[in-house]
């Protein structure tokens, strides 16, 4: 062999040596054009009892790798009976509704207060959409009609326990509402507090681009919170719209008109993907947290709270006696101004500290014991190069692992469950766990002492570890993302597998469900 | 080859000048955005805020985390066939500078200091990309004159 033959044939193995795991790579990473996320991940059981074999409708026994052959696991399963359909895990609540609402879903352009007009969504025609009232307890029905979401839509339940057929993630628990079609949600709004709905479809454009409302459960007529009638309630619907911050569509100050001396209740909604802090002129109490009040909050002074992506809080705040006004920031560009009308709100600086949720307010018992959990399951997030569905960057990782090689996280009804949420990431991520409440119970290792701390969007910081647990005890498949929308789409999502549980639906598809 | 070795060369160099004015024009607009009364915090960030200048943030991290990782790769490939002298050398040096690059601008999200360290190693991967380019282009007329001769 010529010495020119042979220095080709090594600059051809050279270049082999680089192309072929590089192509191997990105084909493995390929995702197939419909899957159902049953069969995506590696079973994590957490330490607890696996089911016997036939029982789970999972595609193989572990890696996910070869997503080229998921159609057929996916036939493999389907054999197995004795699973309860996702579709079948509806309210037991039958009846007319106490709140029937309907939606029409469409896609153009959102007026904002200002009547400048940005591209996006609307519900009724408005972004936010209908804010929905319930009164704990009730039974509520909302029927949303696509007029015109080219995508599709569905709406998500965010932070309300809902029955798993209704949680509104397309492809998971149902197809998205294709143009003309409409799809009914109903559950029992069991939790008092603040919430918020939104499209879980395409949900990184569709959500930023306004398909989402705000929804409040009052408290129970006779209830002891409800019986604290002088406190007046206010909205404060946190949104970014073509990169202008909002509170309720309007920009800036926001007026709220209220007595002097009044006390009120604002809810704090942020529906942005990323967090913002909240402060506020005078003294504030941080009354509630995702939904759940909290035991015995002292008033805070000097500190802002963080208010992470999807997470709400009840800040009450008291109008000054003298007939000026009080400011509530949601971030620095807006702010709703309490107070007598035509009265003014001093400027108030953001406070540099930060309230630590972790030490606020008053211990109490927790309603199961989290000493002994069933299962402990780690969600460790990192981040590294590679191939997400044959695209080329750097992608988010659980475990170690790319989507789809995620975890599926299995637990049986009943369980008491830790999770250890950690964050290798130089990144902040909002975690949301659909379905479930989940208490605090330390941060890198700090236990927590302050008021139980519930929460079903918590912010992990660059860094941290939160060890969270919550009871199984809502049946179902539900995902457990990052609310930062984006990297959910960049794969930081998996998924919360009851056993025997099954799902019809699949992501992509003839119907383009697209959860993320 | 020997072109197609020069030319991935010279667009590396010339895809990190549009990184740098990429990064200028993100942190000019930004500022003047700022001035104008707009109030930037990490839920703004997410948005994809509109001002001018805005775009320059996602043209320099899709830029510099996929498109000149890939042509680096590229560069290395055609480095193995191009008979440039010192070429593979040179094309790994590349490659190994585009790597650090886009580490220590991730890493500059952690720490202020790394990211000016990111903003001296573009000069250096620059000029890295420059030279090999250079040294091809040298090689290229060098055996061009040759190959005529024997025709």
Known sequence: MSRSRLRLLLACLAALAIV????????????????????????????????????????????????????????????????????DLVTKADGPPDVAVDLVAAQGEVTLASGRKVPGYTLNGTSPGPQIDARQGDLVEVTVRNESVTDGMTLHWHGVDVPNADDGVAGVTQDAVAVGEEHTYRFVAEQAGTYWYHSHQVSHEQVIGGLFGALVVHPARGSRNAADSDTVEAMAVAHTYSGTRTLNGEEGDVPFVAEPGQRVRVRVVNTDNGP????????????????????????????????????????????????????????????LVLGPEGSVAPEVTQPTEKLDLLSYGS????????????????????????????????????????????????????????????NGTSEDHPMHLHGHHAVVLSRDGVAATGSPWWVDSLAVDPDETYEIAFVADNPGLWMDHCHNLPHAKEGLVAHLMYEGVDTPYRVGGALENQPE | MKSAYKVLAYLIAALVVVQSAAMVFAVAGLGIWVEEGGVLDAATMESEPTFTGALGFMIHGMNGMMLIPLVAVALLVVSFFAKVPGGVRNAAVVLGLVVLQVALGLFGHENAYIGMLHGVNALVLFAAALFSGRAAAKADSMAAPRTAATV
Do not use: C
């Not at chain 1, 990473?29 to 009892?49: E, H, I, K, R």
């Open chain 1, 20 to 87: 072929i795991p590089l192509a191997w790579m990105w084909q493995a990473s390929l995702v197939p054009a419909t899957y159902s996320v049953m069969d995506m991940g590696t079973l994590d059981y957490g330490g607890g009892p696996e089911p016997a074999a036939g029982a789970m409708d999972h595609g193989s026994s572990g890696d996910m790798g070869d997503m080229g052959d998921m159609g057929d696991m996916d036939m493999a399963g389907m054999e197995h009976g004795a699973t309860t359909s996702v579709a």
């Open chain 1, 276 to 335: 913002t802090q909240v402060w506020a002129g005078g003294p504030y109490v941080v009354r509630a947290v995702d939904g759940y009040d909290l035991v015995e909050p002292t008033p805070v002074t000097d500190r802002s709270v963080t208010l992470t992506g999807g997470a709400r809080l009840d800040i009450e705040v008291a109008v000054p006696d003298d007939g000026s006004a009080v400011r509530l920031h949601v971030g620095g560009a807006t702010a």
């Open chain 1, 363 to 422: 211990p109490a018992d927790l309603p199961f014991d989290v000493s002994d959990p069933d299962r402990t399951f780690d969600y460790d997030i990192g981040r590294r190069p590679g191939f997400l569905d044959g695209r080329p960057g750097l992608w988010w990782t659980v475990n170690g692992k790319m989507f789809p090689d995620v975890p599926m996280y299995v637990v049986r009804e009943g369980d008491v469950v830790v999770m250890r949420i950690h």
